[in-house]
């Protein structure tokens, strides 16, 4: 988990660079291209194997993957990278809330007040009624991407152990690819610059790196063991959005950062505790 959040936000940082010339879907599917490839090399020790991956829960994980890679796409050409992150960490709590709305978990007051708190936390880095240097849209697709973020780490969880991690990588990789090729009919591409190309076969190496160790995570074992080492992404988004585009977080924001930090703590916690 600690190696995906890593290559995570380094994914963000390149795609943000391309993101500043290049459309949403063109973004996607040249990113999606070269990580394609790179993880057709991850699985191909796997090969003998690849219709196990011909399963629904493998096809529904496809479209979160689909619905998070636009989503995060979208928010960091508006949005700031450490804003963009803080939002995302909010997966935690929708994962949190939405297995005791299924009955998965027993319910728990403390993890509910945990939650509320934390979505306040939502409202102080937003600030909707302050923050009008920021498009509303940005957050709302952050938002987006951290609720696809959670679903796909619940499916992830139900897909049975006999489909290799290399080959799940491998399909969602090639599903994003496609529907950022699809969607190019409906934009006006532009020939990418030698930089623009690095930077996103950059972003696919490390995509695709964390991509192989989210699923390695989150499967075979209780999520609310690894799900503590997500925070890890935040100091990291922190960090290279500082060294790289100057960003720091104003006070509210960063007292919300730290409500989502401690309340997702929490709940984790209190999930462990019985």
Known sequence: MLVAMCCYVFNDVFVKLAAQHLPPGQVLAVRGLFATLFVLVVAWGARARWRTALRPLVGVRCGLEITTALASVLALSLVPLATVSTLMMTAPLMIAVTAMALRWEPWQGSR????????????????????????????????????????????????????PSSLIAAATTLAVCLAGALLGFTEQWIAPTQREIATLAAAASCATLGSYALIAACRGVDLSVVTPFRYSFIVWALLLGYAIWGDVPQPLAALGAVLILASGAFTIWAARRP
């Open 112 to 163: 509910l007040v945990a939650a509320a708190a934390g979505f306040a936390g939502v409202l102080l880095v937003i600030q909707p009624a302050t923050r009008l240097d920021v498009p509303t849209a940005g957050h709302v697709c952050a938002l987006l991407c951290a609720a696809s973020l959670a679903g796909r780490d619940l499916v992830t969880r139900r897909i049975p152990a006999g489909v």
